[in-house]
């Protein structure tokens, strides 16, 4: 994929993944505007190849429709953020910042998520009063973790069994 298509790729599987495409959104106003914003930032130079993509190969990793969530929330907050400083007097850069943040809306708050993960990796597992703390968590950890799929799987299989059309 080149570094021209990344960020039309990158907002078209926002835009999919959300169903924003009903609603206000049509691919192809979205798209001329992404070709302007690319002009305005001048995104057809070399140095954008340098490095590869940086969100497309993020996505990859994500699979899970919750996760991917998670991920987009975090996209769309960045793109939100570079273009606060853009010039919201061009009729394309107002468009795509409502866009964006009619999704920011629909998404979790993955902020609050992401630094729930960074707040683990900050821990420090050979510290004692961690451990024990960690060590009476264990059973409710594992429990959470056997029951989700199965309780996902029960309240699926309740609803079906409960229509009798």
């Known amino acids: 994929m080149t570094s021209q298509t990344c960020s039309l ?15 206000s959104l049509i691919l192809a106003n979205l798209q001329n505007d992404i070709y302007d914003l ?6 057809s130079l070399s140095d954008v190849a340098d490095g590869g993509p940086i969100f ?13 969530r998670i991920i987009l929330s975090q996209i769309v907050s ?23 943040f009619t999704l920011k809306r629909s998404l979790p708050d993955g902020l609050k998520k992401l630094k729930d993960l960074m707040d683990l990796t900050k821990l420090q597992m050979s510290d004692l009063k961690i451990q024990r703390k ?15 799929p199965t309780s996902f799987k029960r309240k699926r299989s309740q609803s079906q069994r409960r229509c009798n059309c």
């Open 38 to 43: 690319k002009a305005d930032f001048n995104a």
């Open 9 to 23: 790729f990158v907002l078209s599987i926002i835009m999919v993944y959300f169903g924003s495409f009903g609603n």
């Open 78 to 100: 960045m793109y939100l953020e570079m273009l606060e400083n853009a010039d919201k007097s061009k009729a394309h850069v107002r468009r795509i910042s409502e866009e964006l």
């Open 134 to 148: 960690a060590v009476n968590e264990l059973f409710s950890v594992l429990q959470t973790l056997v029951e989700t």
């Open 56 to 68: 497309t190969e993020k996505l990859k990793n994500w699979t899970e429709r919750n996760e991917k």
